[in-house]
Antibody
Framework: QVQLVQSGAEVKKPGASVKVSCMASGYTFTTYDINWVRQATGQGLEWMGW????????GYAQKFQGRVTMTRNTSISTAYMELSSLRSDDTAVYYC????????????WGQGTLVTVSS | DIQMTQSPSSLSASVGDRVTITCRASQSISSYLNWYQQRPGKAPRLLIYAASSLQSGVPSRFSGSGSGTDFTLTISSLQPEDFATYFCQQSYSTPFMYTFGQGTKLEIK
């Protein structure tokens, strides 16, 4: 069965960077785009960007341009999202999700990774 | 950027009720509209894709309709496990620039 398993919770200081991993199994990793979505406590879903695991091509929401980098290691079917220059308002749960073909719905989600930014 | 507006932002209903949630796009998105359910502490779950297609494993009491700018999610007969937050999402923008609605919290009356 398809699974996306994310790395564990992180606590970072303001100005630091965080790198979250997302390991895919149960399907061919290079076939579907991986997207990252975050959610602050009690808030809505915020789309951050996408990555094509086959080509490595990426696209980022304007809000995160210059601060986010999405990469992958196809040999271990793992996607990564690195966010730099962290601020307290980056405290959120970060999800990786697979975009299915056709109308690109996000059909499988990781369990989420809590990133806490605090001095 | 395409903005997505959901209404209402919260809704109280009883088990067995029929409920409808609305999502409006700031410009036409054809049928590139998806609906998700999120229970507290859990990742979102895809319910409806392409405006009206039911995701595998989702109960048939969930249905979606609409095209262009106006869309609805309907739950025909609320079950206890349906009390959750619902989000719409557009997947129309090219290059990819997905956006979510702000969410609708469905609570027990």
């Amino acid at each position: 069965q398809v699974q996306l398993v994310q790395s564990g919770a992180e606590v970072k200081k303001p100005g630091a960077s965080v790198k979250v991993s997302c390991m895919a199994s149960g399907y061919t990793f290079t076939t579907y785009d991986i997207n990252w979505v975050r959610q602050a406590t009690g808030q809505g879903l915020e789309w951050m960007g996408w990555m094509n695991p086959n080509s490595g091509n990426t696209g980022y929401a304007q809000k995160f341009q210059g601060r986010v980098t999405m990469t992958r290691n196809t040999s271990i079917s793992t996607a990564y999202m690195e966010l730099s220059s962290l601020r307290s308002d980056d405290t959120a749960v970060y999800y990786c999700t697979r975009a299915s073909s056709g109308y690109n719905p996000f059909d499988y989600w990781g369990q989420g990774t809590l990133v806490t930014v605090s001095s | 950027d395409i903005q997505m507006t959901q209404s209402p932002s919260s809704l109280s209903a009883s088990v067995g009720d029929r409920v409808t949630i609305t999502c409006r796009a700031s410009q036409s998105i054809s049928s590139y509209l998806n609906w998700y359910q999120q229970r507290p502490g859990k990742a979102p779950r895809l319910l409806i894709y392409a405006a009206s297609s039911l995701q595998s494993g989702v109960p048939s009491r969930f249905s979606g309709s609409g095209s262009g700018t106006d869309f609805t999610l309907t739950i025909s007969s609320l079950q206890p496990e349906d009390f959750a937050t619902y989000f719409c999402q557009q997947s129309y923008s090219t290059p990819f620039m997905y956006t979510f609605g702000q969410g609708t919290k469905l609570e027990i009356k």
